[in-house]
């Protein structure tokens, strides 16, 4: 179970990386965009259905139709929830970096039907919150386009801290040729990414496609300052 403030994390009200660029707004925007997409799908479908439901009831009183009245907003507070943590995940505020990748994983696991495992360092460590919402937000692209791109058979994501670093691996087992590999490592949504990471001092790096396999490696200090 976990404990809230489980993960200590400093504030720090302004970070000493490069500014945001056109290009990196424009990236976060199409996340959000694809999050009010996802709600209205949702959301807005099973509205429709619980309002036609409502309308019956009109004519007449029925045990099953109030059954399916429930099965429907429960459909709908679920899908709201989900979308509210698409949009900005609470988990990274309250409990820290390790339990929101936790979440994102499971959910693309329930939802795109990957395979997809994630194994968190459960040592107590430290992290200013800039640098856990930045990599929240890296991976949760990071995963998207590799799902949505590479068609992945398996994806391992490994998490592991030490005194003044944070390390994320990402395995990626795929049928995918060695330059569609490529393709996606010289993408301009990766360089975008790289550019968010050197703003905190971070970098993305890979090692060589083999067989069918490619690793992301990004690594960030613990600490801004």
Same mark, same amino acid.
């Given at each position: 179970?976990?404990?809230?403030?489980?993960?200590?994390?400093?504030?720090?009200?302004?970070?000493?990386?490069?500014s945001s660029t056109k290009e990196t707004i424009l990236l976060y925007e199409r996340q959000l965009r694809?999050?009010?997409?996802?709600?209205?799908?949702?959301?807005?479908?099973?509205?429709?259905?619980?309002?036609?439901?409502?309308?019956?009831?009109?004519?007449?009183?029925?045990?099953?139709?109030?059954?399916?009245?429930?099965? &429907?907003?429960?459909?709908?507070? /679920?899908?709201? /929830?989900?979308?509210?943590?698409?949009?900005?995940?609470?988990?990274?505020?309250?409990?820290?970096i390790v339990p929101a990748l936790q979440w994102l994983t499971d959910n693309l696991k329930n939802t795109?039907?990957?395979?997809?495992?994630?194994?968190?360092?459960? &040592?107590?460590?430290?992290?200013?919150?800039?640098?856990?919402? &930045?990599?929240?937000?890296?991976?949760?692209?990071?995963?998207?386009?590799?799902?949505?791109? &590479?068609?992945?058979?398996?994806?391992?994501?490994?998490?592991?801290?030490?005194?003044?670093?944070?390390?994320?691996?990402?395995?990626?087992?795929?049928?995918?040729?060695?330059q569609q590999l490529q393709a996606f490592m010289e993408s301009r949504d990766v360089s975008i990414i /790289?550019?968010?990471?050197?703003?905190?001092?971070?970098?993305?790096?890979? /090692?060589?496609?083999?067989?069918?396999?490619?690793?992301?490696?990004?690594?960030?200090?613990?600490?801004?300052?």
């Amino acid at each position: 179970m976990i404990k809230k403030g489980s993960q200590k994390e400093n504030f720090i009200g302004s970070s000493s990386g490069s500014s945001s660029t056109k290009e990196t707004i424009l990236l976060y925007e199409r996340q959000l965009r694809d999050a009010a997409a996802r709600i209205h799908t949702e959301v807005g479908q099973p509205l429709v259905a619980l309002k036609m439901k409502v309308e019956m009831l009109r004519c007449k009183e029925s045990s099953e139709d109030y059954e399916e009245i429930q099965r &429907l907003v429960g459909i709908i507070i /679920k899908n709201i /929830k989900n979308s509210i943590s698409d949009l900005s995940s609470p988990l990274v505020y309250d409990f820290g970096i390790v339990p929101a990748l936790q979440w994102l994983t499971d959910n693309l696991k329930n939802t795109k039907d990957v395979h997809i495992s994630f194994n968190g360092d459960e &040592l107590p460590f430290t992290c200013d919150r800039e640098i856990s919402i &930045l990599l929240y937000r890296v991976m949760k692209i990071l995963l998207s386009r590799i799902t949505d791109q &590479l068609d992945p058979e398996e994806i391992t994501v490994d998490f592991r801290t030490d005194k003044n670093c944070v390390k994320i691996s990402i395995l990626i087992n795929t049928n995918n040729p060695p330059q569609q590999l490529q393709a996606f490592m010289e993408s301009r949504d990766v360089s975008i990414i /790289k550019n968010w990471m050197d703003s905190i001092k971070g970098m993305l790096s890979f /090692k060589p496609p083999q067989r069918g396999k490619i690793q992301i490696i990004l690594q960030s200090p613990l600490h801004l300052s």
